[in-house]
């Protein structure tokens, strides 16, 4: 077998809203895409009792052993779907950790996507969407790399030949825990994505839309609230917005040389915070 060189991309939310809690989960719905920001995933069969899960790059520092391709490789033994192969798998983190652009599980979305085509295992669609969801509820989106709408219901409606974004990622010297975050959605929103349309990737409607976890995130982090203040400002973005549950925020231009003269406007007043020019896929 050939050792598998993979691209990880970023996830982000051009919109979220929560719409409910169902058990432990709350129920959300979100417009996604991804940009080429990307973790390398390198994949090779091994002659070994146990499997190896190996980080390296500039965001590898401080990642658990029960991480999300970890537990993905655990599963997937538990259920004898790797036949009891054993894989070293090494992951070179360029995606920043606890930034609400969903590296762990695209990482573990990834590795399961390989495995699938490469026919080491064998799954269904019923099936592989209940193993995604064994391992983290944002997963299934990895599947595939494209734009997305995921709907309340917790469906998922994929789209191609989309306007593209120019993106200024920003994150700030410190990360949010995804679980404090929801912990304190008190208020829910209406479904308003159950119809999705490719309208909804414009600029015109994604300007009108919002990311839910905001106002809980900027009063816990005001740090996060002073940034997206400063971004607005410059080069007149499209729209500012964090994604997921933070901690980074989201500048979107139409245009490349805008989006480059914004980062390096922004690192003369935030000298030591991480950003990121980059394009959606």
């Not at 070994?48 to 500039?58: E, I, R, T």
């Not at 920003?170 to 208020?187: H, M, Q, R």
């Not at 139409?254 to 935030?270: E, G, M, N």
């Amino acid at each position: 077998m050939r050792n598998g060189h993979l691209k990880s991309y970023a996830k982000i939310n051009l919109a979220l809203h929560v719409t409910g809690k169902k058990k432990l989960l709350h129920k959300i719905e979100s417009i996604v895409s991804f940009v080429k920001l990307h973790d390398l995933i390198f994949i090779k069969k091994i002659n070994s009792k146990n499997h190896q899960v190996l980080f390296n790059g500039k965001f590898s520092k401080n990642i658990k052993k029960k991480n999300t391709v970890q537990k993905l490789l655990e599963i997937l033994d538990q259920s004898n779907l790797l036949k009891n192969q054993k894989f070293e798998i090494k992951i070179k983190k360029n995606i920043p950790k606890e930034a609400g652009l969903g590296g762990g599980s695209m990482n573990a979305a990834t590795v399961l996507n390989f495995f699938i085509k490469r026919k080491i295992v064998n799954l269904n669609q019923i099936q592989i969407k209940k193993l995604c969801s064994l391992i983290g509820s944002d997963v299934i989106l990895g599947i595939k790399f494209s734009n997305a709408i995921l709907t309340s219901n917790n469906k998922i409606k994929k789209f191609s030949n989309l306007p593209k974004y120019y993106v200024l990622l920003v994150k700030p010297n410190f990360g949010c825990s995804t679980k404090k975050i929801y912990s304190d959605v008190k208020k829910f929103t209406k479904p308003k994505f159950n119809n999705p349309k490719k309208q909804m990737f414009s600029p015109n409607y994604l300007v009108c839309q919002n990311n839910a976890l905001e106002k809980i995130a900027f009063l816990k982090y005001p740090r996060l609230k002073n940034i997206k203040l400063f971004l607005q400002n410059l080069n007149t973005p499209l729209f500012v917005r964090m994604t997921g549950s933070g901690s980074s925020v989201i500048a979107y231009y139409q245009y490349s040389k805008d989006c480059k003269l914004a980062k390096v406007q922004f690192q003369r007043k935030f000298k030591n915070y991480w950003c990121n020019v980059s394009k959606t896929i």
